[in-house]
């Protein structure tokens, strides 16, 4: 049957016609891509995969560089987003929902005017936003006429964030700073052409002049 690794592996490389690597190679992906995009460590991965400490930082660039380690993070890559149903459809929904969050729905008012924290009506939409949840109780000790007072505060998600994540997406926020750069490129370019033909224009008279 072979190891973890080759089962894993190989029915996906054979319904490619790609060939399966060695394990050392399967085990060095496996690891390089377990923490995700932010947090990738050739490194670490080599030393897991077997390979000796000591030149495993040039031993993991030497085997980023063949094409069919890339090929295979890629397969790794598409593979993860299968099983989690990583998709940009999924994504924005998700990031629609804390940036459309809205304390209303999470609170309602008593007869007096004050807001209390009221969860019963919340859908799994609204559930989505809420980050952190605390109840503490006060009173209700001593000599017993305190009477027991329990508060509950809640966390949403930060909205202004993913409401700038979603506009960066829909480029709201990056088209004047585009603008931008693109003008001060062309200046850039601008003064550039100007010193080169000014350098071509005294070129030319020192060469008449000889």
């Keep these: 049957m072979g190891t973890d690794a080759e089962r894993i592996w190989w029915p996906y490389g054979a319904a490619t016609g790609m060939k399966k690597l060695p394990i050392k190679y399967e085990t060095f992906c496996r690891e390089y891509m377990k923490l995700g995009p932010f947090f990738l460590n050739g490194q670490h991965a080599a030393e897991i995969a077997g390979f000796k400490a000591l030149g495993a930082r040039a031993r993991a660039s030497q085997l980023l560089a063949k094409r069919n380690i ?22 924005l929904g998700e990031l629609a929902r804390l940036a ?22 919340l859908d799994r939409d609204q ?13 209700g000790s001593g000599d017993g006429e305190r009477k027991a007072v329990q508060r ?7 909205k202004q964030r993913s409401l700038e994540t979603l506009a960066r997406h829909k480029k709201l926020l990056t088209d004047r700073i585009e603008m931008k750069i693109e003008g001060d490129l062309s200046n850039e370019i ?21």
């Design 70 to 91: 890339q090929d295979r993070l890629s397969q790794i890559q598409v593979e993860r987003e299968r099983k989690y149903e990583i998709t940009d459809e999924r994504i």
């Design 100 to 121: 459309y969050s809205n304390m209303q729905d999470y609170v309602t008012l008593t007869a007096g005017g004050e807001p209390q924290t009221d969860f019963s009506a």
């Design 127 to 139: 559930w989505a936003a809420v980050q952190e949840i605390t109840v503490d109780e006060t009173g």
């Design 152 to 158: 509950t505060r809640f966390k949403l998600a930060d």
């Design 190 to 210: 601008l003064v550039a052409r100007n010193a080169v033909q000014k350098l071509r224009a005294y070129a030319d008279d020192r060469s008449r002049g000889a």
